[in-house]
């Protein structure tokens, strides 16, 4: 069931949580929306649930507005983060609770439930916990078995709020992975909260970046990260280094060692450019457009190296990634004067050409 989102507003009093949303989410599809806290994820969620209503704009499912549709009616499962399993009832009971509960003439009789709940505890892999109260599983058992229990019904919109939230990284990470797998047999349209970018480029088909109410950006992944299409954007999906440089003739210069050229008439303009940390070479010598640092701090984490560096002009500190290889190349000290190069610069000023990506050739 495809979803689609129609200039949807929402305020909290005085204070707006959504401005202008509009948003097509395919048939099949699981896109995330992805933003820092309070910047109106879960807002966003709760109305296409029908859990909120919003103030104007529309819901459509499948193309029928469902703005006024009961929640009821709408076919929606949940999965939140603190999503309570009942404590008293065992893991079968649990997943069972939402056929049980159907009035009569739509309650399935007792076999095809008891085949039914077998069948999502072999999809969660988790058949052998059937019998188990939700106080002796983990977090993770629990967030699957709240998963199988929002699918039991089979909803034609799985929504996810943060589902792995409480979860430790390593948990999170494999359940993620699972999550993909099992999206990718379901094919349910399903939209997934979380704050945590990782989380979304590796789980996601689409990704929706939220920022104050707003939406960013829409794209894949790869179009996202490799592509954003605001400063905001770029941030929040990395870490990124910002160099003050200067414009001229269309082209990007930053560095002392990249002087404007003599008998050009125009001034140059200053600008911003965006570096992610793996994308600065150190050197030794210095070089065209090099900037000269010293090397504060080295911290080896896992597969990287991670340099801390202040630059010698003053003008702040840089962060750069290495691979262990490359490190172990170049073998470099804490306190050692080297000096930057910039392999790619980005930047959002339009009167720099080619805008995007400019490739450190351009320099
Ligand atoms: N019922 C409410 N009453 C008043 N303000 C609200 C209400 N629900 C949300 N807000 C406000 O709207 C904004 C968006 O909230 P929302 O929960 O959608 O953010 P979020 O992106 O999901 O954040 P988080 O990641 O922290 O959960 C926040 O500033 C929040 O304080």
């Known amino acids: 069931m495809s979803i689609e989102i129609k200039n949807v507003e929402k305020s909290f009093g005085g204070f707006k949580a959504l401005k202008n949303i509009s948003l097509d989410i395919g048939s099949g599809e699981l ?44 076919q929606v499962g949940f999965v939140f983060q603190h999503y309570a399993l009942f404590r008293h009832m065992t893991v079968f009971e649990n997943i069972a609770f939402g056929l049980r509960v159907r009035p009569r003439r739509q309650r399935p009789p007792e076999r095809e439930i008891r085949l039914k709940v077998n069948d999502l505890l072999k999809l969660v892999q988790l058949d052998w916990l059937a019998d188990r109260y939700p106080g002796q599983l983990s977090g993770g058992q629990r967030q699957r078995i709240a998963l199988a229990r929002a699918l039991a019904v089979e909803p034609k919109v799985l929504l996810l709020d943060e589902p792995f939230g409480a979860l430790d990284a390593k948990v999170r990470k494999d359940l993620r992975r699972w999550l993909r797998r099992l999206h990718d047999e379901l094919h349910v349209t399903s939209v997934f909260v979380t704050h945590d970018q990782e989380e979304a480029l590796e789980v996601a088909d689409r990704v929706v970046v939220l920022n104050e109410g707003r939406i960013e950006q829409i794209g894949t992944p790869d179009q996202v990260y490799e592509h954003p299409a605001t400063p905001f954007v770029y941030q929040f999906l990395g870490d990124v280094n910002l160099f003050h440089g200067r414009v001229h003739d269309g082209h990007a210069r930053i560095g002392e060692t ?91 000023d339009a009167r720099v050409k080619p805008a995007d990506p400019l490739e450190a050739a351009n320099l």
């Open 31 to 74: 896109a995330a929306l992805l933003g820092p806290s309070g910047c109106g994820k879960t807002t966003l969620l709760r109305i296409i649930a029908g859990l909120e209503a919003p103030d104007s704009g529309s819901i459509l499912f499948h193309g029928e507005d469902a703005t006024d549709r009961h929640i009821r009616d709408r």
């Open 258 to 348: 990249d002087p404007e050229p003599a008998d050009s008439p125009e001034q140059p303009e200053s600008a911003v450019f965006y570096v992610r940390p793996h994308e600065i070479e150190i050197l030794r010598d210095r070089g065209v457009g090099t900037i000269a640092a010293r090397i504060n701090d080295i911290r080896p984490l896992g597969a990287t190296v991670r340099i801390e560096l202040e630059r010698i002009d003053g003008r702040g500190a840089v962060e750069v990634e290495l691979t262990r290889d490359q490190f172990a190349r170049k073998n470099f000290r804490e306190g050692e004067q080297v000096h930057l190069q910039p392999k790619r610069l980005r930047t959002f």
